[in-house]
């Protein structure tokens, strides 16, 4: 197994443990931690397959759960899921030494670790992530959220979690789908800074993408490394770390378009989208060579992935330019996007001229 330490002068070091096998000694890891209960939020897919597992581990080692199951799917990062797992721990009578455990992809991770922030004003949580995408992305750092209406993940709070468990074993439960699209994930680290990384993803590495165990090991073990070194520098995004966003606010708006509707569209496959658009606008602006781009679709697709708007859907511009506009990225409502001078240098651009965009996206495809 390899361990990744995070660590900022802001917040207090925390391990992410990247392994097989993890999920049989998360109750001796998660003990120190506990002092003796915990409450697992999980989702009801997730519990059916793995909460056995986890109950077992940690009463093997003394200590006390509880499960608190939502229904799967983006839906239940809401306020009234929200209020519903508050009420359970409220309910269960967990205090401020006790440890909520996040068990299941990035809907679970989020909701449980923003629970987990507000209850009594902050107690501690452990992720245990169990789709690709939460391991390599939305399980490190400390965001926290909720969606609306009005968006995507913009009612949230930084919390960091105490540790984080990547049990590679769990992937192999994973449904093709939702491979490819924490694959998603994995390219936008190799796009954002790392051309070598990106470079074996495109090759040997791309094995991962149809879930070979050891080229997702070593794909979750350096996308990790490189979002602990982000989070590390600049944990409240007030900086380097909206380079992590690479691709988010093309696709995060459409995402908001379709509903958060995961069987219309992924957040993996509005990532990749995100990502293609975020390289074809760079292009357009001069910032990037036209066979960056063809390759970034190029590997894009081999993935399985979207790289056209109308893969997703139809959309129309103004419709998709305030939703830009209000991205938590954006300031005073000027755009900021994730752009590209080439693969592996992502830098962020702030101030981004409206009308240039919103021509964009009409030459990508959407409707005046």
Not at 6 to 23: D, K, M, N
Not at 306 to 328: E, H, I, N, S, Y
Request: charged share 25%; proline share 2%; aromatic share 4%.
């Amino acid at each position: 197994m390899t361990i990744i330490p995070v660590s900022g002068g802001a917040f207090a070091a925390y391990e992410v443990v990247v392994g097989r096998g993890l999920l049989a000694q998360a109750g001796e890891r998660i003990a120190p931690l506990a002092r003796g209960r915990t409450v697992i939020v999980t989702d009801e897919t997730v519990a059916a397959i793995h909460a056995a597992a986890l109950t077992a581990s940690l009463s093997a080692a003394g200590v006390k759960s509880e499960i608190v199951a939502v229904p799967a799917g983006e839906a239940s990062k809401s306020f009234a899921e929200l209020e519903r797992v508050l009420d359970r721990l409220l309910e269960i009578g967990l205090d401020r030494k006790d440890v909520v455990v996040a068990l299941g992809g990035g809907v679970v991770g989020d909701l449980a670790g923003l629970a987990a922030a507000l209850y009594m004003r902050g107690v501690d949580f452990v992720q245990i992530p169990t789709t690709l995408l939460a391991q390599v992305d939305s399980s490190v750092g400390g965001k926290t959220a909720i969606d609306t209406p009005r968006g995507k993940n913009l009612v949230g709070a930084f919390h960091q979690p105490r540790l984080v468990l990547a049990d590679i074993d769990v992937l192999a439960t994973l449904p093709a789908r939702q491979v490819k699209s924490g694959w998603a994930e994995v390219l936008k680290h190799g796009l954002i800074c790392d051309a070598g990384f990106f470079d074996w993803l495109a090759g040997e590495g791309s094995a991962g993408a149809e879930g070979d165990p050891a080229a997702l090991e070593r794909a979750v073990i350096r996308s990790v490394e490189i979002k602990s070194a982000v989070v590390g520098e600049d944990e409240k995004e007030a900086g380097r770390r909206a380079l992590l966003n690479l691709g988010h606010t093309f696709g995060h708006a459409v995402e908001t378009e379709v509903g958060f509707d995961e069987d219309a569209l992924a957040h993996g496959e509005a990532v990749a989208l995100g990502c293609c658009m975020a390289f074809r606008y760079s292009a357009r602006e001069g910032l990037c060579s036209a066979e960056d781009v063809a390759r970034v679709e190029a590997v894009v697709a081999a993935a399985g992935l979207p790289t056209r708007l109308d893969q997703a859907g139809v959309f129309g511009a103004d419709r998709l330019l305030a939703l830009m506009a209000g991205d938590k990225k954006a300031e005073g409502g000027a755009l900021t996007l994730i752009l590209a001078r080439g693969i592996g240098q992502a830098f962020v651009s702030k101030g981004m001229d409206a009308d240039k965009v919103r021509a964009f996206l009409i030459e990508e495809g959407a409707t005046a």
